[in-house]
Nanobody, 121 residues
């Protein structure tokens, strides 16, 4: 099973960026995005149910970020970026993740490498 995240970069406040997570070699119930800023714990950003395509968001990104997927890739479209969005972003796949645990990183059993997103003010 492999998850490969890409698309990070350096942008300015208010800009947009799209992250991609290419998934291969397995099936997932949920594929989520988490982020970790220096000195902070990894936090939930968004997730998508693979079959239903139902989406879920952290309050801090609701209305600004959109998660979607095609046959093998999950996307995180980020708009109106703020310096507080600066972090390493990780995608993660959970084969057995349940709805009550979708915001818990421990419920995802496969992780991709991170991609750095830096938003300058």
């Amino acid at each position: 099973v492999q998850l490969q995240a890409s698309g990070g970069g350096l942008v300015q406040t208010g800009d947009s960026l799209r992250l991609s997570c290419a998934a291969s070699g397995g099936t997932f119930r949920y594929v989520g995005w988490f982020r970790q800023a220096p000195g902070k714990e990894r936090e939930f950003v968004s997730t998508i149910n693979w079959n239903s395509r139902r989406t879920y968001y952290a309050d801090s990104v609701k209305g600004r970020f959109t998660v979607s997927r095609d046959a093998s890739t999950v996307y995180l479209q980020m708009s109106s970026l703020e310096p507080e969005d600066t972090a390493v972003y990780y995608c993660a796949g959970g084969a057995g993740t349940i709805l009550s645990e979708i915001r818990n990183p421990r419920s995802y059993n496969h992780w991709g490498q991170g991609t750095q997103v830096t938003v300058s003010s």
